[in-house]
């Protein structure tokens, strides 16, 4: 029998929004310029900017500093879904209770939720703070006791198999990895669980 979600909670970063396309890019730019570094073309999507500058050798406060509000300054290109999200998640509101989870600057992540037109399909958005200690498990144990659930009703959507997917793994939720698994699967896992 189909396990029966009625939570989903999604992650937002590459699995809503093309992030390593589209705001990786511009942001490193910015970085780069702000900094006057040459920021290696790296995979610094969800990355600290001590973590995007490491390689790049040491740097004067002044220009951490400049590269750090750079990095996290809620300054976005034009920002679109992922091709069929909003349609997906149209899909999945007569069945589940939807919930945003996303780790980064807040400021910033919150202006990619609005950017990208996500904010009225969810419940609630969380943003973890990247520079903090705790993690999404305990957001997602959050959510868990906010709806008062057991971990095996709630689907964790992501693409981090080291984040949001590892800590589904660890609290007994369900997981969808985006790498392999569709929107419309999503859609059809999620509402044969609740038909
Ligand atoms: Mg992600």
Request: proline share 7%; net charge negative; hydrophobic share 50%.
């Amino acid at each position: 029998m189909a396990p029966q979600y009625t939570v989903v909670v999604f992650d937002l970063d590459d699995t809503l929004i093309d992030t390593t396309a589209v705001l990786v890019p511009d942001a490193l730019a910015r970085v780069a310029a702000a900094a006057q570094v040459t920021v290696p073309d790296l995979d610094a999507r969800g990355k600290s900017i001590d973590e995007v500058l490491a390689p790049a050798g040491p740097l004067s406060a002044r220009a951490r500093a400049a590269a750090a509000a750079a990095w996290y300054a809620p300054d976005l290109p034009p920002l679109d879904p992922k091709p069929g999200a909003v349609a997906m998640l149209r899909a999945l509101a007569p069945h589940a209770r939807l919930f945003l989870l996303t780790r980064g600057a807040h400021a910033r992540q919150q202006a990619k939720v609005d950017a990208a037109g996500l904010r009225a399909h969810f419940e609630a958005v969380i943003v973890r703070p990247i520079e903090a200690a705790g993690s999404k498990r305990d957001d997602l144990t959050a959510i868990l006791e906010r709806c008062g659930i057991a971990p095996a009703q709630c689907l964790v959507v992501g693409d981090d198999v080291t984040d949001e997917l590892a800590h589904a793994t660890a609290l007994g939720c369900g997981r969808c990895d985006i790498a392999n698994v569709t929107f419309d699967e999503i859609v059809a896992r999620v509402s044969a669980g609740s038909a």
